[in-house]
């Protein structure tokens, strides 16, 4: 049978995995699978198991009611038990089932729950974002007839009015956090009701806070007496952080840091004496080194000190798209005699396995280019690991490896029955520099079928650019750029200076200067793209979202060599950006501290705004309305400066969406996106008649 062509309502057809859990000792596998539900307009999520030696069809292992999700699995440390989130009573809560099946139990009934571990087989800890009275129980829905007494009409409408006094007061996709702060909390399932009552705010014991801070990703020692976790402290710099202790009966919690920079993803050493994570120093000037792994002793006898400090990648999943489920694979695993510390790097447009020799600091590469790695699980002995990976023709699946053996098995094919059946292209990968003596860079080209160097008709092609801009792209499935292809447009993508996953320098060499060594290599990507043959210098369009968004929009208002643009969710001024973005008053670290009020040139000179006269490329704006990363305003200030000057713009706009509308928007919002980009392309880049 012909394979068929990839349509956009393919999207809806997907499975996605992710969040692989296993058991202790290594016997099961849990993931979370998501569908789309288009009839709901959103996702469902359920739990399903599958065995991790021989692998094959993963199959159902919870069954949450029509309209609901469960998510975020985890086995008890004796493997007897899972627990996990379940929106199943309206709310996100933590259920628990038996390993070996049967009937789920809701454990909680607290307002704000935002994460969970095992302190023991049982007790729990709680990552609650608690208001400023203490935890509470999910708000009741107000309905009926308005009351009749005045003080009652008061509360019930004025319960909306937001009172802020905290400069970081809301974060794009979480929410307002101007009245909460993350705190942790025990809970003892031996206390729970007899009557078998989920535990409400009344049967937690507080472990941290209350105080104007967060408290996040707990971690208990092996015997479960202490408890790690991070702290952000500085209200001022919210992208700070610190690795904490606190005993689990409660005391004091004492710092085991002391860095400027962010600490995350807390590991205890197998004998509980150490704690590996992951530290990335913010410098002077705002920038930011590689995410490191750094070594804490427990017992303070010793400073932190950094352990792969000589390996010039991040130890982070830097890797971009938009066909996953939950990753959930940041935390750093440590061999089972102590002697090495498994994590994921990004490295030249793959993320990797790696191990790190804790005592010399060596790092060695433990995986291939492919697939690239979004979650690793391991049982408890190390002998094995399960990896949630995404290759050039599936977006995701699992592999099973052993630590010091080459190559990965595959376990699962979970779109394989559909994706079979569709005509999907492997893109070519090369490597370029914008000139003698800059950094060699990766590049990527997507050919549509029948597409070739020497094809007599050349192709339009269009190209992309990725959001941070410290993440990257990879040569893995991105069904944009597999919708592109299908409507016969070639796709160019690449890691322009900026990017994560070429060492430090290359990261930071932009850092204050958007478009100037980043354009340079957009621009000799385009160069080297067409130098491949069979594309149409005529017909070239520039696409991206995020820092993808202001490189359209800078691009277009520095070159006409595009004949069309579509920019998203983008920055178009800065000054402007500093007082409206969620993290936007952290700018001036771009600017060596300088205030939009007190010195606005170099804000106007690195927004786009400040060139929009110069653009006559039609352009097409798509940005979501409850986008704070960067806010809809700056759309609208883009839309009018070339409506104003009689330019082709068209705008849209998408209500109750937020910066993440590519990636885990509504689903009809993500098809009609879609459409559109395909549509102003075909519009403008395919020849007359065609």
Not at 112 to 134: Q, S, Y
Not at 434 to 444: L, Y
Request: net charge negative.
């Amino acid at each position: 049978m012909t394979p068929r062509a990839l349509e956009a309502e393919d999207l809806f057809r997907l499975r996605f995995l992710g969040e692989p859990e296993l058991s202790p000792d290594g016997s099961r596998l849990l993931c979370v699978e998501t569908t789309v539900d288009p009839k709901a307009n959103g996702y469902r999520s359920r739990l399903v198991a599958l065995d991790p030696r021989r692998g094959g069809a993963p199959l159902p292992w919870s069954n949450p009611p029509e309209g609901h999700s469960d998510r975020h699995p985890r086995f008890s440390p004796g493997g007897r038990q899972v627990a996990f989130l379940s929106d199943r009573s309206g709310s996100d809560q933590v259920w628990v089932m038996p390993a070996d099946g049967g009937e789920a139990r809701q454990l909680t009934q607290v307002k704000g729950i935002a994460a969970f571990a095992w302190l023991d087989e049982g007790r729990l800890l709680l990552t609650v974002r608690e208001g400023r009275d203490g935890p509470e129980p999910p708000e009741p829905k107000e309905e009926g007839p308005a009351p009749d007494d005045p003080a009652a009409q008061r509360r019930r409408y004025t319960r909306d009015v937001r009172v802020i006094d905290r400069i970081f007061y809301r974060v794009d996709t979480v929410g307002y956090v101007y009245k909460e702060r993350s705190h942790l909390f025990l809970l003892d399932l031996a206390r729970l009701p007899a009557d078998g009552e989920p535990a409400g705010p009344g049967r937690l014991r507080r472990l941290t806070g209350p105080g104007e801070y967060d408290d996040e990703e707990a971690e208990p020692s092996p015997d479960g007496r202490l408890v790690a976790y991070v702290s952000r402290r500085d209200e001022a710099h919210p992208d700070l952080s610190d690795l904490y202790v606190v005993p689990s009966e409660g005391g004091e919690p004492r710092r085991l840091t002391a860095g400027v920079g962010a600490a995350r993803a807390p590991a205890w050493s197998p004998d509980g004496d150490r704690i590996a994570y992951l530290f990335a120093r913010k410098h002077p000037d705002g920038s930011w080194g590689n995410e490191e792994a750094w070594l804490a002793e427990v017992a303070g006898a010793a400073p932190a000190r950094v352990l792969s400090g000589g390996y010039d990648r991040s130890l982070v999943d830097a890797s971009l798209g938009d066909t996953r489920g939950h990753d959930g694979g940041g935390r750093p695993a440590w061999s089972a005699d102590g002697s090495r510390l498994y994590a994921l790097a990004s490295d030249r447009g793959a993320t990797r396995l790696v191990a790190v020799d804790v005592t010399s600091g060596g790092v060695e590469v433990l995986s291939e280019e492919e697939p690239s790695l979004l979650a690793v699980a391991w049982p408890r002995d190390r002998s094995f690991f399960v990896a949630l990976g995404t290759e050039a023709l599936a977006p995701c699946d699992l592999w099973r490896g052993r630590p010091g053996e080459p190559g990965l098995e595959r376990l699962t094919r979970i779109n394989g029955e559909l994706l079979d059946g569709i005509d999907l292209g492997v893109p070519e990968r090369f490597t370029f520099r914008a000139r003698p003596g800059s950094p060699e860079i990766d590049g990527w080209l997507l050919r549509p079928a029948g597409n070739g160097p020497q094809a007599e008709a050349p192709a339009p092609a269009v190209l992309e650019v990725h959001g941070g801009p410290a993440m990257m792209y990879t040569g893995a499935f991105f069904f944009e750029f597999q919708l592109l292809r299908a409507h016969g447009f070639a796709v160019l993508w690449s890691n322009p200076r900026g990017s994560e996953g070429y060492g430090e320098a290359f990261r930071n060499a932009i850092h204050g200067r958007w478009g100037t060594d980043d354009f340079e290599d957009v621009m000799a990507l385009l160069d080297a793209g067409l130098a491949r043959g069979g594309l149409d210098p005529a017909r070239v369009g520039i696409a991206g979202g995020s820092y993808g968004g202001f490189m359209t929009n800078w691009a277009v208002g520095h070159t006409d060599r595009f004949r069309a643009a579509v920019t998203m969710r983008s920055v178009v001024n800065w000054e402007s950006d500093f007082g409206t973005g969620d993290y936007g008053f952290l700018d001036d670290e771009m600017f060596g501290g300088a205030l939009p009020w007190r010195d606005p040139e170099p804000y106007r000179r690195m927004s786009p705004l400040t060139y929009v006269e110069r653009i006559r490329t039609p352009l097409l704006i798509l940005h979501s309305e409850n986008d704070w990363r960067c806010p809809v305003e700056q759309a609208e200030q883009l839309y009018a400066a070339l409506k104003k000057l009689g330019r082709t713009v068209l705008f849209v706009r998408y209500p109750e969406e937020s910066h993440e509308l590519s990636r885990s928007g509504q689903p009809w919002h993500r098809l009609d996106r879609l459409e559109r980009i395909v549509g102003w392309f075909e519009q403008y880049l395919r020849p007359a008649g065609a």
